[in-house]
């Protein structure tokens, strides 16, 4: 009786513990490592070895992980930067202890899975409602003047890949709680006007991947005939959608050879043509008259015209481009039309009209590869600079790698003896997670960290466990554009959701043997 109650008692603490990783992961870096903290003593005082080691001998991704971080601790031999390396190694201890303990302890009820996943979304939804009550000015009274302000708690990135995830629970809810649709839909509905509004490019694609695989399985179970024709129209709309911003405009200066010579107070124009405006696709720097501009631009604002808006940008560009977004001649008349919302987007750092949403995204984007000769500031266009780096470097290392604590050193090494065309402060690394393994422990360490993945998405395949191929999907996309495992936010969220979900499988298949 004492020894049950006992284990009740464990039961119940491994649980709480779980539930604040996960509703930690959002919000709170603290709750995290407290809930981590309290998970390790109390399986140490548990001390019920024998199962823990049963369990760690059946299951073989939690092999694969482990075979992955000894690597890591074998590159120590090769690496020179011994501080970073230790530092790295530190980094993935959540995904040792957490792997670990849900390995050796497993979630088996389903209920007690659900109210982590509760939890996790319930964070998840009031730090999305704290961040945009923040941002548009409901509460707080601070003015941001940057979307990626709208992620108070952790990365925006990061952040991003919580929310997809959160919906993709939601739909997985929806077959368990039919009663609670509404809520369920209400919530899936918030999530992605979030989603839609913060402009995070991971968040998404990640979350499209997990509409277009929601609608495919259910497609699957309703009518098989039906799913080629869904993916059809899907993969139809997705290749329009990418000509449109990868489509290459071409300016013929004839086409503007009648433009008139002055302003209507008789000034001359000056016009280039070397800049193309995503959105009214012409030059941006025609009809310019930077005299009467830098005349007129007092009566508007208390910024100097020469000086730089709250972005840090050159305020004068930054005028000239939201001119051109609106197909205003950059002049004294062109700034008599602006009304007073548009002076303030300019002195905010706007450089269109179209400011929020998927929308300003997509002409931030479409700028950056119309105008591609500096990179700088320009988050895609600093990722190919990044993506180009890494495969130089792979290309001298890729049969060992060199090490996990020489990637930083090896890339500034690299940005010095190229004439890059990064700044110091935009030199970074990868920003990809398989270039970053590749780069840091070569064929082997790439060969391990992707058959990690295949094991899990077969297993998640063959039990039909959607949320699993749903979480599988979303880490895999959110790979390929940043390094998702180098911060502790990202990791842990990796660490929970493949350890939760693959060893409530392992389990879940020994108990109905």
């Not at 007690?112 to 009274?141: D, E, M, P, Q």
């Not at 750092?349 to 700028?367: D, F, P, V």
Request: hydrophobic share 45%; glycine share 4%; aromatic share 14%.
């Amino acid at each position: 009786m004492l020894k049950k109650k006992r284990l009740d008692i464990h039961n119940f603490v491994h649980l709480i513990a779980i539930s604040g990783i996960a509703f930690g992961i959002p919000i709170s870096k603290a709750i995290m490592s407290i809930s981590m903290v309290l998970l390790i003593t109390n399986l140490l005082l548990e001390g019920d070895l024998y199962s823990y080691w049963d369990n760690i001998k059946k299951n073989k991704l939690y092999h694969l992980v482990l075979s992955f971080l000894i690597l890591k601790i074998c590159s120590l031999i090769w690496t020179s930067n011994l501080n970073y390396a230790i530092h790295d190694l530190k980094m993935s201890l959540p995904l040792l202890v957490i792997m670990t303990c849900l390995t050796i302890k497993p979630i088996i009820i389903k209920k007690h899975l659900h109210l982590i996943l509760t939890l996790f979304i319930s964070s998840t939804t009031v730090a999305s409602l704290i961040n945009f009550g923040l941002y548009v000015n409901w509460i707080g009274g601070i003015e941001y003047t940057d979307i990626r302000g709208m992620s108070v708690f952790s990365s925006h990135i990061r952040f991003g890949l919580s929310i997809s995830f959160s919906v993709a629970i939601l739909l997985y809810f929806l077959s368990y709680f039919k009663n609670n649709s509404i809520i369920i839909y209400s919530l899936i509905a918030w999530l992605i006007f979030y989603t839609y509004y913060s402009q995070v490019i991971s968040g998404y694609l990640t979350l499209f991947a997990v509409l277009l695989i929601y609608t495919t399985y259910k497609a699957w179970k309703i009518n098989r005939g039906i799913v080629l024709p869904i993916l059809t129209i899907f993969i139809g709309l997705i290749t329009l959608f990418s000509l449109s911003i990868f489509m290459p405009i071409r300016i013929n200066k004839n086409d503007y050879k009648d433009l008139p010579k002055k302003t209507s107070n008789g000034n001359y124009y000056t016009n280039n043509y070397s800049e193309i405006s995503p959105i009214t696709k012409k030059p941006i720097n025609i009809l310019v008259c930077e005299p009467e501009l830098k005349n007129q631009w007092p009566k508007y604002s208390n910024i100097d015209f020469d000086s730089t808006d709250k972005k840090g940008q050159p305020i004068k560009s930054t005028i000239i481009r939201y001119l051109s977004s609106k197909d205003y001649p950059k002049d004294s008349l062109g700034l008599s039309m602006l009304k007073l919302e548009d002076l303030k987007s300019i002195e905010n750092g706007e450089t269109n009209y179209i400011k929020n949403g998927l929308m300003s995204r997509i002409y931030s984007i479409k700028y950056q590869l119309y105008n591609n000769k500096d990179p700088n500031n320009h988050s895609l266009l600093q990722r190919l600079e990044y993506w180009k780096c890494g495969i130089k470097i792979l290309s001298k290392n890729y049969i060992v790698g060199v090490g996990i604590g020489d990637v930083e050193d090896t890339f500034k090494s690299y940005y010095k003896k190229t004439k890059t065309l990064l700044l110091v402060e935009n030199q970074h690394r990868a920003h990809n997670m398989y270039l970053t393994i590749f780069i840091s422990l070569g064929i082997l360490g790439i060969l391990i960290f992707l058959f990690i993945h295949v094991f899990f998405f077969k297993l998640m395949l063959k039990k039909k466990n959607i949320l699993g191929i749903f979480f599988i999907i979303i880490i895999l996309i959110s790979f390929t554009i940043e390094d998702t495992l180098e911060t502790q936010a990202g990791i842990t969220f990796y660490s929970l959701f493949i350890g939760l979900l693959s060893t409530n499988e392992t389990k879940k298949k020994k108990i109905e043997n």
